[in-house]
Every structure is written in C-alpha cells, then in structure tokens.
C-alpha cells in the first residue's frame, strides 16, 4: 500500500504540476485519479516496486529539461528548413536497436524521439525501431543517441 500511495502523490504532483487547476473538485478528481491509476499499475505489476516513484521522477526531471532544449532546437532546424526556399528535405527511414531494457524505457524512448520535430517513431519494439525522419542528418542523429544514452541512465536508476 506504501508503493501505491507515494506513486499516487507523484502522479498527483504531475497532474496539479500540468493542470494549473486549483479548485477543490478539480483537485479532489485530480487525486481520486491518481490513486486509480496508482492502484490499477501496481496490480498490473506494471509499476516498479524495487524502487519508489521519488527516484524516478528526480532523474527523470533533468531529462526532461535537456529534451526541451532539444525539442526547441530541432523546432529551429525545421523552421529554418521549411523557409528556406529550395525546401531542402531529405525524408529517410532508419532502424536501430535502442539500449533501453523495460517497457517505460522503450516507451519514454520513442516518445521523445516522436516529441522532437522533424522526427516521428513509427514503430517500437524492444530489438528496433523504425524512425522517420524529415532529413538524412535528422535520420542519423536518432542513432546512438544522447537521447538514447540519457534514457538508459534514467531507466537504470544513475
């Protein structure tokens, strides 16, 4: 029950954090919200119980600030590609294997690759991805990643 409740006060955290809402229902539904979630994962066993929900969310906290300066400088390489006035695309496909063991990993993974512009994970499985990116250098650097690398840390626990 302790697993369940600080995975609820983080979700919680993380909907009040999104949501800006502060009425008492909202909050009240926000919470109730939380704990269904909470309680669903953890007798799913999809939840992590080696590890409390706190140490997931420190680390993964500074990932998410350097995938927001890297979503806004992929956002300014696409912008700059889609004026310039030739339209110099190049729409490659690649496949690599990421580093990421757990489904949260993978899925964590894919998303970010999805969240940058000018790239979109078409298909994720724990030996490939399938990455479809707007230009050739777009496509080569989703290979061997930093993001790749960041996520395996935080999925690891470092």
């Known amino acids: ?5 600080l995975l609820t006060a983080v979700l919680f955290a993380f909907w009040v954090l999104l949501s800006g809402f502060f009425t008492p229902f909202l909050l009240g539904s926000g ?13 799913m066993e999809v939840a992590d119980r080696k590890r409390e929900p706190f140490t997931l969310g420190l ?20 912008t ?22 757990s489904s949260i990993g993978l899925v964590t993974h894919a998303n970010s690759i999805t969240l940058t ?3 979109i994970t078409v298909e994720a499985k724990p030996e490939e991805f399938v990455v479809h990116a707007l230009t050739a250098g777009g496509a080569a650097g989703v290979i061997d990643s930093a993001m790749d690398r960041r996520v395996r840390r ?5």
């Open 1 to 5: 029950m302790r697993h369940t409740l």
């Open 31 to 43: 919470l109730v919200s939380a704990f269904i979630v909470a309680r669903v994962a953890v007798r």
């Open 59 to 78: 680390a993964a906290l500074g990932y998410w600030f350097w995938l927001g300066k890297e979503i806004a400088k992929a956002a300014w390489e696409v």
């Open 80 to 101: 700059r590609i889609i004026v310039h006035p030739r339209l110099p695309i190049s729409p490659t496909m690649v496949r690599f294997k990421p580093l990421q063991q």
């Open 117 to 119: 512009p000018g790239t």
């Open 154 to 158: 935080i999925e690891s626990g470092r």
